[in-house]
């Protein structure tokens, strides 16, 4: 049975890398109306269409909310890729895996 990795439940294990670049891509396309827009993890977040500080919030408030985590402040503010908000998420899914 496969799952749709946007839809995964926030506890899951081991998320792929493809997995986790599919849901902060969902989440980026989705705040920024990028629809279709291919994203790579080394994408910079503040050169995608659309991106300002505030959108860019939202979708961290959006992970965030969507997998019951909160990112450390100073993690948010080095973000500079697609692939660093992946870290952050996979970083924040353990630890609140691990009872935090």
Not at 11 to 29: F, K, N, S
Not at 54 to 83: C, K, Q, W
């Amino acid at each position: 049975m496969t799952t749709d990795p946007v839809t995964t439940t926030p506890r899951t294990p081991r998320l792929t890398p493809e997995q986790v670049l599919d849901i902060v891509g969902a989440e980026l396309r989705a705040e920024l109306r990028l629809e279709e827009h291919a994203l790579t993890a080394g994408d910079h977040l503040d050169l995608l269409p659309g991106a300002d500080s505030v959108r860019l919030m939202r979708v961290i408030a959006a992970l965030e909310r969507r997998y019951d985590i909160e990112f450390d402040d100073e993690e948010i503010r080095t973000a500079e890729t697609v692939g660093d908000l992946g870290t952050l998420l996979i970083a924040g899914l353990g630890e609140a895996g691990s009872g935090r």
